[in-house]
């Protein structure tokens, strides 16, 4: 008995000894570390050696979690070129750190590359878990350092993104898998072009768009908002230098951030409960994360169904496929714009559109940057930069607007005048509808019954609803035309289709699906004609119904249109069934 607690007295000396023996946390050209030897942070977070990694029998030198079980390595030195035996050893010379075999100089398997030669250089594991050169003369400033060459993992404290100063480009880059460090096909990085936005590439190819900066976060990371109150302050972003201060949180004291060798960016902390790393935030996270799923000019929406829906003016470019839900063509604006005469719609609630071809201003205005917008004709969408203080500064984009999702920003988007965003607009529009019913209950009817199938919510038409009730079961069989239908028929309202203009609208020849010829009355929203005006043309469509000359085939009413579908009378002059003379 003695001697057992003699053995376990001893064997506790011994761990206190060897415990103390291994808490070096530096490398000096006099004392390299070999396999088996590793070196531990001031404050016992971190620890640098060699490993292997999940079944793998290769040997690597990385950083991880000291005392932490599994293993949970933050840094790989030779990630490209694996020992294949224990032989390796960590040696710092007057040009940095360097891997070699058997300890022979000429068989290096990594370097650190530095710029200039150390007199009296000293590599050290410092507590953020940042492995650092420095000349023992000048401890502040490092001749290299791990934060700079990242791997798979963001701590607290490094950056990603370009170094304004040096020009080095930080990013994060998979493991092939769990076994093999190796650059994985998954990066995680800050796209510089136009205006910066994080993302997730697949190769060459952009999988996750983490959306541009707006003071306060990234704006597409909806998934961030969730979090924000959980992570203080998490990010400094500065031109093109991201700066995670992921500030630890008393819960959450342990945190990292990775990319995956499956194509995902987590971040993580350690539960100290449960012994496990816990996933905080996960990208991509459903449909809408994956990038320019709607293709462009279209908004993803995780609720209601449809998925996917075109911005108001656009519409689906290939209608067909739009109904299979191939949405990746994206939409097309049903009127081209005008240039002079066009005005700006605002969305709110968005995730800003692919800035990587965007200008932006960080002293504008608003209103400076709409001005701007307007002046250059190819400009199609302006936003605030930052979102703080009420907002500030100028985004510009000049294309189509790709990969927009649910969000909380706004944009101002272009469009033609003849679309305004004029709510007024829209109740004249309506009362319109009504004085044409008064007069021609014949023809209204199709109107009548598409605002009852649209169940549109106006109170003013309460009564019509009743009223189409009632007729409902002698005509359900005029149909309602998907604008999508009538926009690829008539060839996106092209002006070659375009018959002529009515008082109150213009009317576009077009061809249906099945071949059937049909016109296309599309009625003005732009309400400037008195309703004398507007009388006479309802007189003339009415008399026109009167004498048979054209069907209505049906009509449509979608997003701010007003179409209505006659069969197009090939023998009848044109002029008649437009001008009714
Ligand atoms: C390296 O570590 C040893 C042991 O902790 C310490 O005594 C020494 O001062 C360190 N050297 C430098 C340059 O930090
Ligand atoms: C380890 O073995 C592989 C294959 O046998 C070889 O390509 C590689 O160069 C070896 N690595 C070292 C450091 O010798
Ligand atoms: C390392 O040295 C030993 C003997 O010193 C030799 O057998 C072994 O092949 C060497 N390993 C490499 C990778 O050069
Ligand atoms: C390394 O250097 C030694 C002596 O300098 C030489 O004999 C050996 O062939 C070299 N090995 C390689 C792989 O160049
Ligand atoms: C990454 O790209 C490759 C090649 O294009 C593809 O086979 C693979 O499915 C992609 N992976 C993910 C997760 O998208
Ligand atoms: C940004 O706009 C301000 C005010 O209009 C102007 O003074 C400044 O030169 C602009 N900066 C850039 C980089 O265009
Ligand atoms: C509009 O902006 C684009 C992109 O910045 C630029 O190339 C073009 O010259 C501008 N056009 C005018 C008329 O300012």
Redesign the pocket.
């Given at each position: 008995m003695q001697e057992l607690k003699m053995l376990w007295y001893l064997s506790f000396l011994f761990s206190l000894i060897s415990s103390t023996s291994t808490s070096l946390d530096n490398i000096t050209s006099i004392r390299s570390l070999r396999d088996g030897e590793t070196l531990i942070s001031h404050g016992g977070i971190f620890e640098l050696g060699f490993f292997s990694p999940g079944n793998s029998k290769n040997r690597y030198v990385g950083i991880w979690y000291h005392n932490m079980s599994p293993l949970t390595v933050v840094w790989v030195a030779n990630r490209e070129k694996a020992l294949n035996d224990t032989s390796g050893v960590l040696k710092l010379t007057d040009q940095g750190l360097v891997l070699l075999v058997n300890g022979t100089s000429n068989s290096t398997v990594w370097s650190s590359t530095m710029s200039g030669k150390a007199e009296n250089p000293v590599a050290q594991l410092l507590a953020s878990g940042n492995l650092v050169v420095k000349d023992g003369h000048n401890g502040e400033h490092f001749l290299w350092q791990s934060f700079d060459f990242l791997g798979d993992t963001l701590l607290p404290g490094t950056k990603i993104g370009w170094d304004p100063v040096t020009g080095l480009e930080r990013t994060m880059t998979s493991w092939k898998s769990a076994d093999d460090p190796g650059r994985g096909d998954f990066m995680f990085r800050i796209d510089p072009g136009g205006y910066p936005q994080a993302v997730l590439t697949n190769g060459t190819v952009i999988m996750v768009r983490v959306g541009p900066w707006n003071g306060q976060m990234f704006s597409g990371a909806t998934i961030y908002l969730r979090y924000s109150k959980l992570l203080p302050s998490d990010y400094d972003f500065i031109d093109k230098e991201l700066i995670c201060k992921l500030q630890p949180l008393q819960r959450y004291s342990v945190i990292r951030s990775v990319v995956t060798p499956w194509g995902g960016v987590q971040l993580l902390h350690w539960s100290r409960q449960t012994s496990s790393w816990e996933i905080l935030l996960s990208l991509p996270e459903g449909e809408c994360d994956k990038y320019s799923h709607c293709g462009a000019n279209s908004v993803c929406r995780v609720t209601p169904a449809p998925i996917c829906t075109c911005l108001e003016g656009f519409a689906p470019k290939y209608p067909r496929k739009w109904k299979d839900l191939y949405w990746s063509d994206g939409c097309v604006r049903i009127t081209p714009l005008s240039c002079s005469k066009d005005g700006f719609k605002k969305h709110s609630g968005l995730v800003l559109p692919d800035t990587s071809t965007s200008w932006h201003?960080?002293?504008?205005n608003l209103q400076?940057c709409e001005d701007l917008c307007r002046k250059n004709c190819s400009c199609t969408a302006y936003s605030n930069l930052d979102v703080r203080a009420g907002g500030s500064g100028?985004l510009l984009w000049f294309h189509d607007l790709i990969d927009m999702r649910q969000g909380g920003q706004d944009l101002y988007i272009r469009l033609p005048m003849s679309e305004p965003d004029d709510e007024s607009n829209k109740k004249k529009l309506v009362g319109m509808i009504i004085g044409s019913i008064l007069f021609f209950m014949s023809m209204m009817f199709g109107l009548v019954l598409c605002l009852w199938r649209k169940k549109l919510e106006e109170p003013e038409i309460f009564w019509w609803k009743q009223w189409a009730h009632k007729r409902e079961k002698d005509d359900m069989d005029l149909p309602m035309f998907d604008l999508s239908t009538i926009v690829y028929a008539t060839n996106y309202f092209s002006s070659d289709n375009k018959l002529g203009e009515g008082g109150f609208g213009s009317v576009y020849k077009g061809a249906l699906e099945n071949g059937t010829e049909i016109a296309v009355k599309r009625l003005s929203i732009d309400s400037e004609q008195g309703l004398d005006e507007f009388k006479n043309e309802v007189q003339l469509i009415a008399k026109l119904q009167h004498r048979n000359l054209v069907k209505l085939l049906g009509c449509c009413i979608q997003q701010k249109e007003k179409l209505l579908i006659y069969e197009l009378m090939p023998n009848r002059s044109l002029d008649t069934f437009i001008f009714g003379s």
């Amino acid at each position: 008995m003695q001697e057992l607690k003699m053995l376990w007295y001893l064997s506790f000396l011994f761990s206190l000894i060897s415990s103390t023996s291994t808490s070096l946390d530096n490398i000096t050209s006099i004392r390299s570390l070999r396999d088996g030897e590793t070196l531990i942070s001031h404050g016992g977070i971190f620890e640098l050696g060699f490993f292997s990694p999940g079944n793998s029998k290769n040997r690597y030198v990385g950083i991880w979690y000291h005392n932490m079980s599994p293993l949970t390595v933050v840094w790989v030195a030779n990630r490209e070129k694996a020992l294949n035996d224990t032989s390796g050893v960590l040696k710092l010379t007057d040009q940095g750190l360097v891997l070699l075999v058997n300890g022979t100089s000429n068989s290096t398997v990594w370097s650190s590359t530095m710029s200039g030669k150390a007199e009296n250089p000293v590599a050290q594991l410092l507590a953020s878990g940042n492995l650092v050169v420095k000349d023992g003369h000048n401890g502040e400033h490092f001749l290299w350092q791990s934060f700079d060459f990242l791997g798979d993992t963001l701590l607290p404290g490094t950056k990603i993104g370009w170094d304004p100063v040096t020009g080095l480009e930080r990013t994060m880059t998979s493991w092939k898998s769990a076994d093999d460090p190796g650059r994985g096909d998954f990066m995680f990085r800050i796209d510089p072009g136009g205006y910066p936005q994080a993302v997730l590439t697949n190769g060459t190819v952009i999988m996750v768009r983490v959306g541009p900066w707006n003071g306060q976060m990234f704006s597409g990371a909806t998934i961030y908002l969730r979090y924000s109150k959980l992570l203080p302050s998490d990010y400094d972003f500065i031109d093109k230098e991201l700066i995670c201060k992921l500030q630890p949180l008393q819960r959450y004291s342990v945190i990292r951030s990775v990319v995956t060798p499956w194509g995902g960016v987590q971040l993580l902390h350690w539960s100290r409960q449960t012994s496990s790393w816990e996933i905080l935030l996960s990208l991509p996270e459903g449909e809408c994360d994956k990038y320019s799923h709607c293709g462009a000019n279209s908004v993803c929406r995780v609720t209601p169904a449809p998925i996917c829906t075109c911005l108001e003016g656009f519409a689906p470019k290939y209608p067909r496929k739009w109904k299979d839900l191939y949405w990746s063509d994206g939409c097309v604006r049903i009127t081209p714009l005008s240039c002079s005469k066009d005005g700006f719609k605002k969305h709110s609630g968005l995730v800003l559109p692919d800035t990587s071809t965007s200008w932006h201003n960080k002293t504008m205005n608003l209103q400076e940057c709409e001005d701007l917008c307007r002046k250059n004709c190819s400009c199609t969408a302006y936003s605030n930069l930052d979102v703080r203080a009420g907002g500030s500064g100028c985004l510009l984009w000049f294309h189509d607007l790709i990969d927009m999702r649910q969000g909380g920003q706004d944009l101002y988007i272009r469009l033609p005048m003849s679309e305004p965003d004029d709510e007024s607009n829209k109740k004249k529009l309506v009362g319109m509808i009504i004085g044409s019913i008064l007069f021609f209950m014949s023809m209204m009817f199709g109107l009548v019954l598409c605002l009852w199938r649209k169940k549109l919510e106006e109170p003013e038409i309460f009564w019509w609803k009743q009223w189409a009730h009632k007729r409902e079961k002698d005509d359900m069989d005029l149909p309602m035309f998907d604008l999508s239908t009538i926009v690829y028929a008539t060839n996106y309202f092209s002006s070659d289709n375009k018959l002529g203009e009515g008082g109150f609208g213009s009317v576009y020849k077009g061809a249906l699906e099945n071949g059937t010829e049909i016109a296309v009355k599309r009625l003005s929203i732009d309400s400037e004609q008195g309703l004398d005006e507007f009388k006479n043309e309802v007189q003339l469509i009415a008399k026109l119904q009167h004498r048979n000359l054209v069907k209505l085939l049906g009509c449509c009413i979608q997003q701010k249109e007003k179409l209505l579908i006659y069969e197009l009378m090939p023998n009848r002059s044109l002029d008649t069934f437009i001008f009714g003379s």
